[in-house]
């Protein structure tokens, strides 16, 4: 157990270094941090100054331990476009990203869920396979223009829902702000959170439905239904409960797509979380950002991940490590 | 030679498969849009009444002119059309597909390259080289594709000199959607290499000396070519959509050589002061041609399966 | 959505009733553009949409009117020292306090100088010639000039002054100083003069200011300001459809008349202080991108033959809708050295123009990259975008490159570009700031603009003396021959003059301001 565990950590400590080499590499060698910084009138002495003062003269080892020193206490540097510190520029965007990550992430599940029983049940029913066909519709759209249309139809048309924005945010202690307290921080939540879940919807409603499809023929299911339980019993009790835990897995791996496909949502909905400041960033190749972000997430997802096996492990000790097979369905 | 295919064809006919597929209306209907829509892509040049790639043939006072309406200026009628350049929609969208396709399909080769490669090693060598191939793909699967291609464009567009950026955004565009999707070709290989090398005919030809590469390649390929199939074509429409969405973000290919995605970018400029035809029509361009990849592979997958039919 | 607006109303007005106690009534105007301020430091970028915020937070000594006259503002009086004509005497407003309520005094006026000039600074070039400013007493200012400067005091309308002691307690002193490692605390907090203080700022989402109890002027109709940088242009414009917002600066062009048409909502229109134009290369020996051995742009000929391939009216009438003013020259009819004949273009002679193109040795035409901003005027990809198509129809085939304004300016500034296209306002409404920047060869404190490398000494000598010159007519002549040489050059291919629409809920009223500089103080609201 505790061997699994450390092993588990140690390869998440590889992962996160390998991802600030990367960071790093990109914060050095993608354009000059110091033209980045500096005015077009500046001398060159004084360019050369900052370069020593910026520690740019150093070897490279020593310039990516310090990198990686300012990294573990959150300092990335101030970011060339906005010129505030990196760090507190992602800590006040970060939770308008998760809080719409969240629920965004919770619609697909209830509706995925039920969707994908309903699909799994009723195989060759008419409403079926109109749900079927329209997840399809669904993952064939580009999310931005699911978004665009969006507004148009329920913000411009009808008039029903804002456009842009997070509305009136209540800030509470720890630095978090929320849209959940407010009618207005509600309502502008719902045509992002659509968006950004819609996707992840048709993911999750078709994994239940093969699931359900692979467990119903189970023998222990036929035995269920032999023994002369009621329909109910059997899909729900038994068929349900048993596709339910490769399903939550991907869900919470794919918490983790759904704070990076936020981008592509933020964008639409000028939404202000650290997925429009990673576009903004990469637009004016705004290095400390990115490097930053890429950091960010790659946290997100270690943690995510970690604590995934970890409840694995201690669901079903049973249970291969390797959830490569789930993770691919 | 003529007996031996149309033998070939008639075996072809009365597979699985293909009984399978005659059997559903959805993958034959399917099949025939994307079928057209790729065709109508390849043959652009052919087919559409005008070059938009060809600067020197547009008239911007053209600009704006609705489906099938005569321009005010220059008497001009077009089928769907023309956008803010005074392009013919209609062209546009088709010289869009075959670029949105080449796009798809290069990427979509570059990732089944990479990743069978990376997946025939990984299930051959075992050892350490398996375990640092499948720590990779575990790291990036953890990544969603489009925040991959996003930092690869930023570091190529740190890089690349900014008068060469226009001609290498294409291959920017594929190396990125590429890169970002070799690891289920990776996985679903490499599981199936370790299965197949334990076998007693692969023993057999290991200890006659034929070459790992040959078999390899003649003996453990072919048997995953059906999965590998059912990932490419989800992978296309996936790839397709993609590189709409770079170009969306205005990170793909530039206006005056436009992808549908960028198409699209343009056409929603215009959805609230009346030209609807600019986005409506590339949208459902878009829209056709990763649906019916999309029920292709759908169907592909439920057909390859045996155990779903 | 009725429910929630008036809630937000409630809520922005407890807000500022918590922030100004005594302030009997908030009328909060909400404000979209397409872009944010790019800093709250009032001397570190010169650039429009931070000017624009800044107005609203600092004061200048003096201000532009709408009609492009100056009027006082900090500065109450200003003139030439009798008896020495390098000296500009500036005499100050009395009792004008600063947000945290200190005095504003000449001490201030003093600084904001030295700051202004300090190499970190983006202005640092529209102060080139001052060489210091001393204060004479609490309300006067002496600013040396290197020489005689007449239309110096064009050059403030965007001279914030800041307050000494709080820059020096903040440790401000100078614009930026990345080689500290540390944010410039002046990047997000402010203390100016303005009619409106900061309340709260999140870079790119919102910021909050409300109106300045102790500006020296009356009170403005509009007491609470949320500014909010939409990029996108389709939910800028839903925005004010759906009555989230209440005013639109950056209107799409393409959707002017649908909002003209939507009842609760107003359209202005009115002529920026802006050009666009395209500039070119003409002097390198070989051209970066071309796949031509010389400089095809060198030619006088090329030159000649791109003004005829340009269609402005076409532009004007469907890239621009109608909202455009094209014309010859880079400069807008409300500047000195204006003149009719400047602006006048003839038709598109394609043949001839192609002509032109083999006659200067290029039978197969030839291949150049323009670069294009996407972000920084209106409709700036899709003017470049027509261009290529026009100028492909005379054998030029042009690769577009098109990219955020923070990439695309170095590009002119590092002369890094062939063939670029470029907006230029003149704030100072001389003729001698475009060419200071525009046209003059590029050395210390001249051209840092001029991309097309243009130089001619004799043109330099003449436009250095513009800056000295105290006879305004024979200034003026000269002004008229300087345009009449870089007009026969051909150094610039000018498009139009652009037109700006602000979009306003009905209620709301505010002028366009000719340098899309509006002050939300001078809204009206009924």
């Not at chain 1, 729900?236 to 704070?259: D, Y």
């Not at chain 2, 959805?26 to 994307?34: C, E, F, K, M, N």
């Not at chain 2, 769907?80 to 350049?85: F, V």
């Not at chain 2, 489009?146 to 890089?159: D, E, K, P, S, T």
Request: negative net charge.
């Amino acid at each position: 157990m505790l061997a699994f565990i450390l092993r588990r950590i140690f390869q998440s400590v590889i992962v996160m270094l390998t991802v600030a080499l990367v960071s790093f590499a990109l914060f050095r060698y993608v354009g000059d941090p110091v033209t980045s910084m500096v005015g077009q009138e500046t001398s060159l002495e004084d360019r050369a100054a900052l370069r020593d003062a910026l520690g740019l003269n150093d070897p490279f080892f020593v310039q990516f331990a310090r990198f990686l020193g300012n990294a573990v206490q959150g300092d990335f540097g101030i970011s060339y476009r906005l010129q505030e510190p990196v760090m507190g520029l992602i800590l006040s965007r970060l939770p308008a990203t998760l809080e719409l990550a969240l629920i965004s992430g919770a619609l697909a599940f209830i509706f995925g869920v039920g969707f994908g029983v309903y699909t799994a049940l009723r195989r060759r029913g008419i409403i079926s396979n109109a749900i079927m066909t329209l997840s399809l519709i669904g993952v064939s759209l580009p999310t931005f223009l699911i978004g665009v249309l969006l507004i148009w139809i329920f913000a411009v048309e009808l008039q029903i829902l804002p456009s842009f924005g997070r509305g009136e945010v209540v800030a509470l202690p720890g630095g978090w702000s929320t849209g959940l307290l407010t009618p207005s921080g509600r309502a502008s939540l719902i045509l992002p959170a659509i968006t950004l879940g819609l996707y992840q919807m048709t993911l999750i409603m078709r994994l239940v439905r093969a699931e359900m499809l692979e467990v119903l023929r189970a023998d222990y299911i036929r035995f269920a239904r032999a023994r002369g339980l009621s329909d109910r019993a059997v899909h729900f009790g038994h068929a349900l409960k048993n596709t339910l835990v490769p399903v939550i897995t991907i869900t919470g791996l794919q918490l983790g797509s759904i704070i990076a496909f936020a981008i592509i949502t933020e964008t639409v909905f000028q939404w202000p979380g650290v997925g429009a400041l990673f576009i903004n960033s990469v637009r004016a190749v705004d290095v400390p950002v990115m490097a930053a972000y890429l950091m960010l997430i790659a946290l997100v997802f270690v943690i995510i991940n970690l604590i995934v096996d970890l409840l694995y492990y201690a669901v079903d000790p049973r249970l291969r490590v390797d959830r490569g097979a789930g993770a691919s369905a | 030679m003529m007996a031996r295919l149309s033998d070939s064809l008639t075996r072809a006919y009365h597979s699985d498969l293909a009984y399978n597929f005659r059997k559903s209306p959805v993958a034959v209907l399917a099949a025939l849009v994307a079928l057209s829509l790729v065709l109508a892509a390849v043959f652009a040049p052919l087919l559409a009444p005008s070059n938009p790639y060809d600067p020197a043939s547009l008239n911007l006072m053209d600009g704006f002119t609705p489906p099938m309406t005569e321009n005010a200026f220059t008497g001009n009628s077009y089928l769907l059309g023309t956008d803010n350049q005074g392009r013919d929609v209609l062209s546009t969208i088709l010289y869009g597909a075959r670029l949105s396709l080449f796009v798809g399909v290069m990427a979509v080769l570059f990732a089944m390259l990479l990743g069978i490669g990376a997946g025939l090693i990984a299930g051959w060598r075992g050892g350490w080289v398996d375990t640092v191939l499948m720590r990779v793909a575990d790291v990036q699967l953890s990544f969603p594709s489009i925040l991959i291609a996003l930092l690869i464009f930023g570091v190529a567009r740190g890089l690349i000199a900014p008068d060469q950026r226009d001609t290498m955004a294409i291959w920017v565009l594929i190396i990125s959607i590429g890169l970002s999707d070799w690891v289920q070709y990776a996985r679903v290989v490499r599981s199936a290499t370790m299965v197949e090398k334990n076998k007693e005919y692969v023993q057999a030809a290991r200890i006659i000396g034929v070459r790992p590469v040959v078999i390899l390649t003649r003996h453990i390929l072919p048997n995953v070519m059906g999965p590998v199939l059912v990932i490419a074509t989800i992978g296309l429409a996936l790839a397709i959509i993609a590189e709409a969405t770079l170009s969306f973000l205005g990170v793909g290919v530039p206006p005056t050589e436009p992808s549908l995605g960028t198409l699209i970018r343009i056409g929603q400029q215009y959805l609230f002061s009346g030209e609807w035809w600019i986005l409506l029509f590339p949208a459902i361009a878009l829209l056709a041609l990763a649906l019916s990849v999309n029920l292709l592979g759908d169907w592909l997958r439920d057909a390859l399966n045996p155990r779903l039919r | 959505m009725k429910n929630t607006l008036s809630f937000k109303r409630l809520m922005a007005s407890a807000t500022a009733l918590a922030l100004l106690a005594g302030a009997a009534s908030a009328e909060t105007l909400r404000w979209a553009r397409v872009a944010d301020a790019l800093t709250l430091d009032p001397h570190s970028q010169n650039e429009g949409p931070t000017s624009t915020l800044l107005h609203h937070i600092y004061e200048t000594l003096v201000a532009r009117n709408t009609d492009g006259s100056l009027a006082p503002r900090l500065a109450t009086e200003w003139s030439i020292h009798p008896d020495d004509p390098t000296v500009w005497v500036f005499k100050l407003r009395e009792g004008v306090t600063f947000h945290d309520g200190s005095p504003f005094t000449a001490e201030d006026v003093v600084f904001s100088m030295e700051r202004v000039k300090h190499p970190s600074s983006g202005f640092q070039a529209l102060h080139s010639a001052a060489v210091s400013a001393t204060a004479v007493d609490d309300l006067t200012v002496h600013i040396q000039m290197s020489g005689p400067s007449p239309l110096y005091v064009q050059n403030l309308t965007n001279f914030f002054i800041m307050d000494s002691g709080w820059a020096e307690a903040n440790d401000v002193v100078v614009p930026q100083n990345f080689a500290a490692g540390e944010e410039n605390f002046a990047v997000r907090n402010t203390n100016g003069t303005g009619a409106y203080q900061l309340v709260s700022r999140e870079p790119e989402v919102r910021t909050v200011l409300a109106a300045y109890e102790g500006h020296w002027a009356e009170t403005p109709d509009v007491t609470e300001i949320i500014y909010t940088p939409i990029a996108e242009a389709a939910t800028r414009v839903a925005a004010l459809l759906s009555g989230e917002v209440d005013l639109v600066q950056d209107v799409p062009v393409q959707d002017i008349a649908r909002l003209e048409q939507t009842d609760g909502i107003t359209i202005t229109t009115g002529p920026e202080n802006r050009n666009i134009f395209f500039a070119y290369d003409m002097a390198s020996e070989k051209l970066i991108s071309a796949n031509v051995e010389d400089n095809p742009f060198a030619k006088p000929q090329v030159r000649e033959a791109m003004a005829l391939a340009l269609d402005r009216d076409a532009i004007q009438q469907v890239v621009m809708r109608g909202q455009s003013q094209p014309s010859a020259a880079p400069l807008p009819p409300f500047v000195n050295g204006w003149r009719e004949d400047l602006h006048a273009y003839s038709a598109p002679d394609y043949e001839r123009a192609a002509a032109l193109i083999a006659e200067a040795g290029y039978p197969d035409g030839f291949s150049v990259t323009l670069n294009c901003p996407n972000d920084r005027y209106l409709n700036d990809e899709a003017i470049c975008q027509a261009v290529v198509g026009m100028l492909g129809r005379i054998g030029m085939e042009v690769n577009l490159v098109s990219q955020t304004r923070s990439l695309h300016f170095p590009l002119i500034e590092n002369w890094e570009t062939d063939f670029y296209l470029l907006g230029w306002g003149v704030p100072p409404f001389d003729s001698a700031y475009v060419f200071n920047f525009l046209v003059h060869t590029r050395e210390e404190g001249f051209g840092s603009f001029n991309g097309s490398r243009y130089s001619n000494p004799e043109l330099d000598a003449k436009i250095e003396s513009l800056a000295t010159m105290t006879d305004l007519v024979a200034r003026d002549a000269l002004i008229a021959e300087i345009w009449d040489q870089v007009m026969a050059d051909r150094v610039f291919l000018n498009v139009h003059n652009q037109v700006l629409a602000y979009a306003m809920r009905d209620g709301v009223t505010l002028p366009v301001h000719p340098e899309n500089q509006p002050n939300m103080a001078n809204v009206t609201l009924n």
